[in-house]
């Protein structure tokens, strides 16, 4: 059989993958926003004990593989407590996967978040601290509004990077395009033509999620003429 | 209104204030004079807490700033400030500009709010700009949504950090005229200002400042008319 067909046949399986992959990006996506708002606040407070703890954090999940992340979370830590019984043999390694890969994103989001935070005008606070607003409601009415708007550009972009990173959940066994594509090589030895359009769909996604993220940059600099 | 003694404040150790003493009656319209670098902003942010005094007393609408048992919000609810580069909430309409220190502060109703939004909006000119961003605006308008912004806490005292040295020279004498409208209604002010022409038609009393020191302070016409000392002499030679 032509191994485009061939291809062509295993694309609904593929699809089921890259539905997966999505899935898995958008989790990370939002849990790595909650997770680096919190730890780029902890990093800017005047709380020496939470700059540690946010620093710690954003260093470790930085210097360290994704790929080993995902191999303590999903290997590792059950080996030490029942995950596995608590959640379940089937859930744990999605929810282990998910956790890796919001942790480290996270880590990355926590500097996107602080750059933004610093970049506003310094004249912003004052104005906000002089009518009497708390360090709480400069942060939640003034700061982190326009901050966010800066933000945005370069946390879409990070998205696409999650995208990329989420194929990092195949070598454990669980369920996205990446590993579809590894299942139906091995069924179908078609490696050329699967490999492709696993690639190709990797890309359209990717591509669109970049190029969204320069549009978004090109607005906001006119914005800010 | 305002009482400051021997206030000092070093930046690591630069001395930029040494030993200010001072006091601001109710009413009084006092406008502080002096060369770039001498002080002059950092006196005055003092006195709403925005820089913490190395040493020194200060009492604003009665209550000790100096002490760190002061709640320093309960200061800055009640002393209005503007600043050079009018430091406008980018994000927010002229209107919510100056809604959010009464929601926020003093948890004002909405509608009263933006009544009084409204209100002071029109009062320094601007009525119809309700809706438009700081980006939207001039400087000169930008300065006087900033005024009104300060004014909607309805403060006790008003401290100016040159407020027109930002604008285009035409711009200069509407923000100017909404600060006398202010004096006459018989507003506290503090004004950091290189206006000569303003200070002598407002001012109750202008201090020189230089090297954190004030060198010389007095009635207006006095001080532009007869100077005593050496330093405020060469001061308004250059710029009168
Ligand atoms: N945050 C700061 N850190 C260090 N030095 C400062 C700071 N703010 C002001 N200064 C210094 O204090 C001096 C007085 O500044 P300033 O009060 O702005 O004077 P003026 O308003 O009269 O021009 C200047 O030499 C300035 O460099
Ligand atoms: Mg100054």
New interface residues.
């Given amino acids: 059989m032509n191994a485009w067909h061939t291809a062509f046949v295993q694309l609904p399986l593929l699809l089921h993958g890259l539905l997966r992959t999505i899935e898995f990006s958008l989790v990370a996506a939002v849990v790595s926003v909650i997770l680096g708002l919190i730890a780029a606040l902890c990093k800017l407070s005047r709380f020496g004990v939470l700059r540690g703890i946010s620093t710690v954090y954003v260093e470790i999940f930085r210097g360290t593989p994704l790929l080993v992340q995902i191999f303590y979370m999903v290997f590792a830590l059950p080996s030490i407590m029942p995950l596995n019984a608590w959640f379940g043999q089937d859930l744990y390694p999605i929810i282990g996967v998910s956790a890796a890969l919001a942790l480290n994103e996270g880590a990355y989001v926590t500097e996107i978040v602080r750059a933004g935070i610093l970049g506003v005008?310094r004249?912003?606070r004052?104005?906000?601290?002089?009518?009497?607003?708390?360090g709480y409601?400069t942060m939640r009415?003034?700061i982190l509004?326009?901050a966010f708007?800066r933000m945005i550009p370069p946390l879409v972009n990070q998205f696409a990077q999650t995208i990329k990173d989420t194929s990092l959940v195949a070598p454990v066994g669980v369920v996205d395009l990446m590993y579809q594509g590894q299942i139906t090589v091995a069924q179908t030895y078609a490696a050329f033509s699967i490999y492709t359009v696993v690639a190709a769909l990797y890309f359209i996604v990717i591509f669109a999620v970049s190029r969204l993220a320069n549009y978004l940059e090109r607005r906001l600099q006119i914005d800010q003429r | 209104m305002i009482s400051v003694e021997d206030l000092h404040k070093q930046f690591g150790d630069h001395q930029v204030l040494r030993g200010i003493t001072t006091r601001v009656q109710p009413q009084e319209v006092v406008v502080v004079i002096g060369p770039s670098g001498g002080g002059k902003s950092t006196f005055l942010r003092c006195l709403n807490g925005l820089e913490r005094p190395t040493s020194g007393r200060i009492v604003v609408v009665g209550q000790e700033i100096t002490n760190p048992k002061t709640n320093i919000v309960n200061v800055r609810k009640q002393v209005g400030m503007v600043f050079q580069r009018f430091n406008l909430f980018h994000h927010l309409t002229a209107l919510d500009n100056i809604t959010i220190g009464p929601r926020q502060v003093l948890r004002m109703p909405a509608d009263e709010a933006e009544s009084l939004a409204r209100s002071l909006l029109a009062k320094v000119g601007l009525s119809g700009k309700e809706n438009s961003y700081p980006d939207q605006l001039s400087g000169g308008q930008q300065q006087r949504v900033a005024i009104a912004r300060a004014l909607a806490m309805r403060p006790q005292v008003m401290l100016f950090d040159e407020p027109t040295s930002a604008l285009d020279p035409e711009m200069v004498g509407e923000v100017l005229q909404v600060m006398k409208d202010l004096a006459r209604e018989g507003m506290t002010m503090v004004i950091v200002t290189h206006e000569m022409g303003f200070a002598r038609e407002v001012a109750d009393r202008v201090l020189f400042m230089d090297d954190g020191c004030i060198v010389e302070e007095g009635q207006p016409d006095a001080l532009f008319a007869h100077p005593q000392e050496e330093r405020t002499r060469v001061f308004l030679s250059k710029v009168l």
Avoid: F, N, R, V
């Avoid at chain 1, 004052?126 to 708390?134: F, K, P, Q, V, W």
């Fill in positions: 005008d004249g912003q004052e104005a906000a601290e002089s009518l009497g607003m708390t409601q009415h003034i509004p326009q708007k």
